[in-house]
């Protein structure tokens, strides 16, 4: 596949990924679910070590497990 044709594809997949995001956010999400939604795709990643580390950032950001009870209580 020529250069061309992978930056064609590339950029269609980018423009994709950009619509994607404008939808989640027009959906009117917070902070927290913000974060939520970038840990849980995370985990659907099949690199591990990308998993691993973006869920371990996020989780830093989120609130610990006492404190979800209290979101969802």
């Known amino acids: 596949m020529s250069e061309q ?9 980018l423009k994709e990924c950009r619509e994607i995001v404008r939808e989640i956010r027009d959906f009117g999400i917070n ?3 913000t974060l939520q939604i970038i840990n849980l795709l995370s985990l659907e990643l099949e690199n591990r070590d990308a998993m691993l580390e973006i869920s371990k950032v996020t ?8 404190q979800q009870k209290d979101l969802i209580l």
């Not at 044709?5 to 997949?13: C, Q, V």
């Open 5 to 13: 044709a992978m930056s064609k594809r590339t950029a269609k997949h």
């Open 31 to 33: 902070e927290f679910m």
């Open 59 to 66: 989780k830093k950001y989120l609130p610990d497990e006492d």
